[in-house]
């Protein structure tokens, strides 16, 4: 048998057993993020790898490291889902007994081997999620979902409004609010068999989960009213925040969202009696967020001025003395080398040593429970490396069972 790579008995989910059949972003981070609560979740892949298991940014030799970090703390079992015996396996491994089993996680068409029905008929409670495209099941991802609700319109700097130009995102947000959604969809349909002894097939469109976010934003009711929200590139719409340059050439980002926090910038800079004086000349309310934002070039001169004036270690310390709202820009690189928040001095991070990949630092949980301890962080399995105890387990399956199968090439060796 292999040594597990899951973590230890404990966590919140101890004992829950999710089957997740997944690619890409939203599925495999709803499941990872079940896993590092405690969940044994356990992923089935083809022979050779699924649809991500390549999927950039990779090492040298060509491991991906997009895959790795996205399916840390889970089993993984390897089976040839294009035989008949591969998808048989995989249904009763879905299906197989137990009070906290029978859940699957999936972002492939529910057919085939993934019907719901036809898993039902074998195991009567199941709860299954399947994430969707758009939500009459076609094929979607983040970023086509993103151009069609308008985000790359209002993404960017001003004068691309006059040419009409799309700028796309490179964080694909709605994908990780549909992972989150999921690992909480299943918890919910979990409570409710829990409740009533019923399952059920819960489906979760990416494209309704960017236009609810849309929506809870105001961005729908305010296309709505007629007002078309406009390109402002590195400002914070609504209220005063963008980004300054120090006289040393740092880069860094002040904001004064709420009131408290822009008289912090003002204290911390001397601007107190100069904002007062530009409020009464406009007649503007400056201690509101909406005012600050309609004066915000005249504002943004005056903090310019005063940063172009000083050092950044002089500035962080203004205005970490005044507990302003600020933040440096810096590159992933410096993130990694500089930055004490993303270091073994965070406990949420853990060093692992990742097959193919080596020792690195890696995160756990973000969630920090008072009832218990994070759970260490564990490493991604290697691709199929939990077969055999898994179809022991849960299947019954023999040593000399496993072999025959690895003989007709259901499994690899």
Same mark, same amino acid.
């Given at each position: 048998?292999?040594?597990?790579?899951?973590?230890?008995?404990?966590?919140?989910?101890?004992?829950?057993?999710?089957?997740?059949?997944?690619?890409?972003?939203?599925?495999?981070?709803?499941?990872?993020?079940?896993?590092?609560?405690?969940?044994?979740?356990?992923?089935?892949?083809?022979?050779?790898?699924?649809?991500?298991?390549?999927?950039?940014?990779?090492?040298?030799?060509?491991?991906?490291?997009?895959?790795?970090?996205?399916?840390?703390?889970?089993?993984?079992?390897?089976?040839?889902?294009?035989?008949?015996?591969?998808?048989?396996?995989?249904?009763?491994?879905?299906?197989?007994?137990?009070?906290?089993?029978?859940?699957?996680?999936?972002?492939?068409?529910?057919?085939?081997?993934?019907?719901?029905?036809?898993?039902?008929?074998?195991?009567?409670?199941?709860?299954?999620?399947?994430?969707?495209?758009?939500?009459?099941?076609?094929?979607?991802?983040?970023?086509?979902?993103?151009?069609?609700?308008?985000?790359?319109?209002?993404?960017?700097?001003?004068?691309?409004?006059?040419?009409?130009?799309?700028?796309?995102?490179?964080?694909?947000?709605?994908?990780?609010?549909?992972?989150?959604?999921?690992?909480?969809?299943?918890?919910?349909?979990?409570?409710?068999?829990?409740?009533?002894?019923?399952?059920?097939?819960?489906?979760?469109?990416?494209?309704?989960?960017?236009?609810?976010?849309?929506?809870?934003?105001?961005?729908?009711?305010?296309?709505?009213?007629?007002?078309?929200?406009?390109?402002?590139?590195?400002?914070?719409?609504?209220?005063?925040?963008?980004?300054?340059?120090?006289? $040393?050439?740092? @880069?860094?980002?002040?904001? /004064?969202? #709420?009131?408290? =926090?822009?008289? &912090? +910038?003002?204290?911390?800079?001397?601007?107190?009696?100069?904002?007062?004086?530009?409020?009464?000349?406009?007649?503007?309310?400056?201690?509101?967020?909406?005012?600050?934002?309609?004066?915000?070039?005249?504002?943004?001169?005056?903090?310019?001025?005063?940063?172009?004036?000083?050092?950044?270690?002089?500035?962080?310390?203004?205005?970490?003395?005044?507990?302003?709202?600020?933040?440096?820009?810096?590159?992933?690189?410096?993130?990694?080398?500089?930055?004490?928040?993303?270091?073994?001095?965070?406990?949420?991070?853990?060093?692992?040593?990742?097959?193919?990949?080596?020792?690195?630092?890696?995160?756990?949980?973000?969630?920090?429970?008072?009832?218990?301890?994070?759970?260490?962080?564990?490493?991604?399995?290697?691709?199929?490396?939990?077969? $055999?105890?898994? @179809?022991?387990?849960?299947? /019954?399956? #023999?040593?000399? =069972?496993?072999? &025959? +199968?690895?003989?007709?090439?259901?499994?690899?060796?």
């Amino acid at each position: 048998m292999n040594t597990p790579t899951i973590n230890p008995t404990g966590g919140a989910l101890a004992g829950v057993r999710v089957i997740e059949a997944a690619a890409f972003v939203a599925a495999p981070l709803g499941g990872m993020t079940l896993a590092q609560m405690g969940a044994d979740v356990i992923r089935i892949d083809t022979l050779g790898g699924g649809l991500d298991f390549r999927r950039w940014p990779v090492t040298a030799d060509n491991t991906s490291l997009f895959w790795c970090g996205l399916n840390k703390s889970k089993r993984s079992v390897a089976l040839d889902l294009g035989k008949p015996e591969g998808r048989e396996i995989a249904m009763a491994l879905i299906t197989a007994p137990g009070e906290d089993a029978g859940i699957l996680l999936t972002n492939f068409p529910p057919r085939g081997w993934l019907d719901h029905e036809k898993l039902k008929e074998r195991r009567e409670d199941l709860i299954q999620l399947t994430v969707q495209g758009d939500r009459h099941g076609g094929s979607a991802v983040d970023y086509t979902i993103n151009s069609r609700v308008g985000i790359p319109y209002i993404t960017g700097d001003e004068s691309g409004a006059a040419t009409n130009e799309a700028v796309n995102h490179v964080l694909p947000a709605w994908d990780l609010v549909t992972g989150q959604m999921a690992a909480v969809g299943l918890l919910a349909a979990e409570r409710h068999r829990l409740k009533t002894g019923h399952g059920q097939h819960v489906k979760l469109a990416l494209e309704d989960v960017a236009l609810a976010v849309v929506s809870h934003l105001g961005l729908i009711a305010e296309a709505q009213l007629g007002q078309q929200r406009q390109r402002h590139g590195n400002e914070l719409f609504g209220a005063f925040g963008r980004d300054f340059k120090t006289s $040393d050439g740092e @880069l860094v980002i002040i904001v /004064g969202l #709420t009131l408290k =926090q822009w008289q &912090a +910038i003002c204290g911390a800079m001397g601007l107190t009696e100069a904002v007062k004086g530009l409020g009464e000349r406009t007649g503007l309310n400056l201690d509101l967020e909406g005012d600050r934002f309609k004066a915000r070039k005249e504002l943004g001169v005056m903090v310019e001025e005063w940063m172009t004036q000083h050092t950044y270690a002089e500035a962080s310390a203004a205005l970490a003395k005044q507990g302003a709202c600020w933040g440096r820009y810096q590159t992933l690189r410096q993130l990694v080398t500089q930055d004490e928040a993303c270091s073994l001095a965070n406990p949420m991070f853990r060093t692992i040593d990742q097959p193919g990949v080596g020792k690195h630092l890696a995160a756990g949980l973000p969630l920090n429970f008072s009832a218990w301890e994070r759970l260490p962080v564990a490493a991604a399995p290697t691709l199929g490396q939990h077969t $055999d105890e898994v @179809l022991s387990e849960l299947l /019954g399956v #023999t040593q000399a =069972q496993y072999g &025959a +199968i690895v003989e007709r090439g259901v499994v690899g060796r």
